[in-house]
């Protein structure tokens, strides 16, 4: 009995002085940045319906998804962004952000170290759990909510509200609407391609049609041949031949990837069915569109281009309609179809927030 | 010593009924658990033959390698020394199937995973006579037939083997050994689990078997009356080596059986010429 | 007395076979196309007879191209699940075995997964793009293979108890191996292989690959069928098994070679689906007895019966969408195991 006893307390000894040196690293390794100067708040209520208390002026931002990275850049805000996630690849200048681990499973250790005024998450992909973990550590997490583009922008908006930037938050949402309104213009009266939106081949995954996505995909005037409430629906390739929609749209990092899955599905024995495989329209868009954030007007420019180059001329846009020639539902079919993709960063935008 | 005994050839079976059978020479056994420690249990170089028709009893406390030497015998461990014939043939180096084919071993039966008939399991003897994929023919089912009726069992044929009682498996095991139609029938303790009158029935069926159909049967046992009554030979081991190998009135005799079995007993000669033994108590 | 005979096995296979005809026929006939079965037969008919190479009825392209080798998929991997299933119940003298249960499956997924991660680097043909996933998660199996057989040894022959320790603890590892790799898969390639870990059959294969499936089918499960009788006599006992005349260390290989193979086959192909190698033995054994030289043939039908119907199910219960089918053997298998497990206890 009394060894035991003398042992456990050696133990929580040495335990406590292994915890005490191990706690000790990260914050030696840190440089302790100071405590936000201006302790001023106030209460908002976010796109969750959360009533949260954050800073007037929050100067040390940290952000747990990578739509949300690209929206602080386009604001102008990045030099307020102290810590992002694994994942925010976009612009290439987030990549050097102090990284603070993965969206659902983000290191609640790191995040603190970093003394965040303010951590961004979006409703979509980010955990309830890991909200409650910041209200307890008592950081003031502020959710975003965006189901189609209408709400991208207005979250856009409401973020540059939050940070204190509304005129750049309102100059940048109205470039992107008068975009958005050129191409429905451009788009207008020519009917709709039908699309197939490919999210993943084996098994095939489109995407939903109350997604953002699908919203995307009617700004470029595609509408997507899945009907179903789900996010992420299977869907039966007996189906998708049957409606026989007339391009298949990828998302790539790299055009060559991309064409590379298409031309290994083109061999499959029941993918040949689908005549936008035999006569090779597929169109092929960045990944943008997979993220609720303002590059995705890119993308369905982008897809636009793809799907209806006809529409799109030299001269600037018409006030009327600018397709004269009959409308065709889609390009000959002996012509196959132009992937126009360039491979330079999607940066108009950018230009707009400086 | 082993050039004295003749082997016969294959298909010499004019003098089958005087011949030695099974013939045991020299054979020694040693297991080591790991290859490179010392051996833990050996058996001692021992010899003995036997004939057709004749019951053998391996007689001795626990651990004395008697159903080492079984295995020996049966084919199922390679001895270290010395050799085991069959009717000319070392044991060991037959081919599985034909082995079944003149070996039959009934021991304690391991548990059944699927429920089964017990014709079904009678069935299982005629296995060793088949090639790859076969089906059981018209003589395959006769001879299972016969085997249930020379065990006294043939009303189980369709019983399930887990819904009869410990006696009535027992025969059906026996059954099942006889189907294979050996030369030699070996018994791993089969009175174990036997009431008094099961055990003589068992006995008595197998001197019968024996003398029937020209079975060599051995038997293991630590049964000394049982071995005294029925066996033409007794082999007495203890602890790895052999003691005495004869007829059971010169193998149980008293000083030897009480050094073997530490127990005060005394030996009396049946009418019949067979030992009996008494045990008293130890005070 | 009533031994099996070659005719009543003929006879009850054939049954069976009827059966499974049957349900493909109606397979054919279900799905998010509508179908008229006289249309169809006659377009087959023409089809067989090199008479046309177009079809008659509309949709009679999308049923041949897309539900018939999706139909036959189901057979040949029901059918393999099953025999691999009744195999290593033998084998492993355990009626809890499936095939999944030596870590065959998780080595093909890990495989399946450093494909689809490799893939990305690599520069290939189409046609080799299209086969690296399969081939990938055959590899995996493959390994997997050859190091339980490894672990699983004693004395230099597979030992029953061993063979089943050593799988599950590679089955374990290669989870966790299996998991860390996920992490660090993006988000697309999450939500795909995870659908493919619950069994899906709506690929379309390479018709290459089909016909290497079925070769290795019928040689696969060929050589576990001349292994029938000894089979039957190994789980009466090992020991017993040997002095019956079996010769159980050359059994006990080919056995776990060819179920290995099998199951190595049809995970490849079709991801992890479950229930059908546990269940399908277990009811065949109720209806037609513990006799392997019956139980395995109809191991083979009967698997292929409910595979067909479940993936049947799994594409039109929630038509246009596709469920994984193996909710679908979920959702029926854990119900009639309970009921099974009942009936073991009565």
Redesign the interface.
């Known amino acids: 009995m009394q060894h035991g006893f003398a042992n456990a307390m050696r133990r929580a000894r040495v335990l406590g002085l292994a915890g005490l040196l191990l706690g000790a690293l990260p914050l030696s390794a840190q440089t302790l940045a100071p405590a936000p100067a201006s302790p001023a708040t106030r209460e908002v209520v976010d796109e969750a319906g959360r009533t949260v208390r954050v800073p007037l002026l929050p100067s040390r931002i940290v952000s747990l998804a990578p739509s949300l990275t690209e929206t602080l850049y386009a604001l102008g805000v990045q030099d307020r962004l102290v810590g992002d996630t694994d994942y925010c690849d976009f612009p290439p200048d987030a990549q050097k952000k102090q990284k603070v681990g993965g969206i659902i499973n983000p290191n609640l250790e790191e995040i603190a170290a970093l003394h965040p005024d303010l951590v961004l998450v979006t409703k979509e992909i980010n955990r309830l759990e890991t909200v409650r973990a910041l209200d307890a550590l008592g950081i003031p997490a502020y959710a975003t909510h965006s189901r189609n583009i209408d709400d991208i922008l207005s979250t856009t908006q409401k973020l540059a509200d939050l940070l204190g930037v509304t005129e750049t938050g309102k100059s940048l949402t109205a470039d992107l609407r008068a975009r958005l309104a050129a191409l429905h213009a451009r788009l207008e009266l020519l009917p709709p391609s039908r699309v197939l939106f490919v999210v993943w081949t084996r098994p095939l995954i489109s995407v939903g049609k109350n997604t953002f996505i699908a919203d995307a995909l009617r700004k470029a005037d595609a509408a997507s041949i899945v009907d179903a409430t789900q996010d992420w629906p299977q869907m039966n390739l007996e189906e998708v031949v049957r409606l026989q929609p007339d391009y298949l749209v990828f998302t790539a990092s790299h055009a060559e990837s991309a064409s590379r899955d298409f031309e290994s599905l083109a061999v499959l024995p029941g993918w040949k069915l689908l005549d936008a495989v035999r006569n090779r329209r597929f169109a092929v868009i960045s990944d943008a569109v997979n993220r609720p954030a303002p590059r995705i007007v890119s993308a369905i420019e982008e897809l636009a281009r793809q799907l209806h180059p006809a529409a799109f001329q030299e001269r600037p846009v018409p006030e009327e309609p600018a397709v004269p020639a009959p409308v065709q539902a889609n390009p000959p079919a002996a012509a196959p179809a132009h992937i126009a993709f360039n491979a330079q960063p999607f940066g108009e935008e950018l230009a707009c927030a400086r | 010593m082993s050039s004295a005994l003749r082997h016969p050839l294959p298909g010499d079976t004019s003098r089958a009924t005087t011949d030695v059978r099974l013939s045991v020479e020299q054979v020694s056994y040693a297991y080591a658990p790991n290859p490179s420690q010392a051996p833990l249990f050996t058996l001692e170089a021992m010899s003995f033959q036997a004939k057709p028709g004749e019951l053998v009893a391996i007689l001795g406390p626990n651990a004395s390698g008697k159903s080492t030497l079984l295995k020996l015998i049966?084919g199922?461990l390679h001895p270290l020394s010395g050799r085991i014939f069959l009717n000319g043939f070392e044991t060991h180096s037959l081919p599985?199937?034909t082995?079944?084919?003149r070996?039959?071993?009934v021991?304690q039966?391991?548990r059944?995973?699927?429920?089964?008939?017990a014709?079904?399991?009678v069935?299982?003897?005629r296995?060793?006579y088949?090639g790859?994929?076969?089906?059981?023919s018209q003589e395959?089912?006769l001879i299972?037939?016969n085997a249930l009726a020379q065990v006294g069992a043939a009303e189980l044929?369709?019983r399930w083997m887990d819904k009869i009682s410990g006696g009535e498996k027992q025969r059906i095991i026996l059954a099942?050994a006889l189907a294979?139609q050996p030369l030699l029938l070996l018994l791993d303790e089969p009175t174990l689990h036997l009431d008094i009158g099961a055990q003589v029935d068992l006995l008595e069926s197998l001197r019968r078997l024996a003398a029937q159909n020209r079975y060599t049967v051995v038997v293991v046992t630590h049964e000394l009356n049982l071995a005294g009554e029925y066996a033409d030979q007794v082999v007495l081991l203890q602890r790895g080596k052999c003691l005495r190998v004869g007829p059971p009135a010169t193998v149980l005799q008293r000083e030897i059986l009480e050094q073997v079995f530490q127990a005060p007993l005394s030996v009396e000669m049946t009418p019949s010429g067979r030992p009996r033994v008494t045990l008293f108590s130890n005070k | 007395?009533r031994?099996?005979?070659?005719t009543r096995?003929l006879i009850r296979c054939g049954i069976l076979a009827l059966i499974l005809f049957a349900v493909v026929v109606v397979a054919m006939k279900l799905g998010a196309v509508q179908v008229s079965l006289y249309g169809l037969g006659k377009d087959l008919l023409s089809v067989l007879l090199h008479r046309t190479t177009n079809l008659s009825s509309d949709y009679g392209m999308i049923v041949l191209g897309i539900r018939l080798p999706r139909i036959l998929l189901a057979v040949f991997v029901g059918a393999s699940l099953s025999v691999a299933g009744v195999s290593f119940q033998a084998l492993l003298?355990n009626?809890l075995a499936d095939p999944y249960v030596l870590g065959i499956s998780s080595g093909a997924a890990l495989g399946a997964i450093v494909a689809l991660i490799v893939e990305a680097r690599l520069d290939l043909t189409p046609e080799m793009a299209g086969l690296i996933t399969p081939v990938g998660a055959f590899l995996g199996a493959a390994l997997t293979i050859a190091a339980v057989y490894v672990l699983g040894r004693r004395d230099g022959q597979i030992d029953s108890t061993t063979l089943l320790l050593g799988g599950i603890i590679t089955a374990s590892f290669l989870q966790a191996v299996i998991m860390f790799l996920m992490t660090t898969l993006s988000g697309n390639n999450l939500r795909g292989s995870a659908f493919w870990f619950m069994g899906d059959l709506s690929t379309p294969q390479p018709r290459s690959l089909l016909y290497f499936l079925s070769f290795g089918f019928i040689l696969a499960a060929g050589a576990i069928?001349?292994?029938?009788?000894?089979l039957?006599?190994l789980?009466?006992?090992?020991?017993?098994a040997?002095?019956?005349?079996?010769?159980v260390p050359r059994v006990r290989i080919v056995v776990y070679i060819a179920a290995s193979i099998l199951t190595g086959l049809a995970v490849s192909v079709s991801g992890t689906i479950g229930y059908v190698g546990l269940l399908v033995p277990h009811v065949m054994?109720l209806i037609f007895?513990?006799?392997h030289?019956m139980l395995i043939p109809a191991s083979a039908l009967g698997g292929a019966i409910a595979l067909v119907i479940a993936d049947t199910l799994a594409r039109t219960v929630t038509s246009p969408t596709d469920l994984p089918v193996g909710a679908m053997t979920a959702l029926a298998g854990a119900p009639l195991f309970i009921y099974l497990l009942r009936r073991r206890m009565a």
């Open positions: 049966s199922a599985v199937k082995r079944a084919q070996i039959a071993l021991q039966e391991s059944l995973l699927f429920p089964s008939h014709w079904e399991f069935m299982q003897g296995h060793a088949g790859g994929l076969r089906f059981e395959d089912i299972a037939k044929a369709d099942r294979q | 007395m031994p099996l005979t070659l096995l003298r009626p069928y001349t292994t029938a009788s000894d039957n006599l789980l009466a006992g090992e020991k017993e040997m002095h019956l005349g079996v010769d054994r007895g513990s006799d030289r």
